[in-house]
């Protein structure tokens, strides 16, 4: 999915252009949601595929190529470089909380709720 991301984004980067920030990233929501509810709710392998390798990276791409254009887009020259500071902070601390989430689901099997998740998912 990770190299899913990298390939979109660099496809989307001009889409983002020529639809703007706005329009882009109500876009990037509803794949988002559309990816999810599709992924949650499929039982055969091909929607999971699909939702996995095409709907959710695509709502990524789009979600991070327009947050990355829209303090430079938005910002006054004075706080553009605070907007940049802010928005990379954010998506770092969203990476960790991420990565941070995934590593107690597959080790975390000391922990009571863990482990019970553990279960279901895998």
Excluded: N
Excluded at 41 to 62: D, E, Q, R, Y
């Amino acid at each position: 999915m990770g190299g899913a991301l990298s390939f979109y984004s660099i496809l989307l980067g001009t889409v983002v252009d020529r639809w703007g920030v706005k329009i882009s990233t109500s876009i990037s929501v509803f794949l988002a949601c559309l990816g999810g509810i599709l992924f949650a709710f499929s039982t055969h392998v091909v929607p999971l595929f699909i939702s996995l390798m095409f709907i959710i990276p695509l709502s990524g791409a789009l979600a991070v190529t327009a947050g990355t254009i829209a303090p430079r887009r938005y910002a006054d020259e004075k706080s553009r470089p605070m907007a940049f500071s802010l928005y990379f902070v954010a998506l770092q601390l969203a990476q960790a909380a991420g990565f941070g989430m995934i590593d107690a689901i597959l080790h975390g099997s000391h922990v009571e709720f863990i482990s019970k998740y553990r279960q279901i998912a895998l």
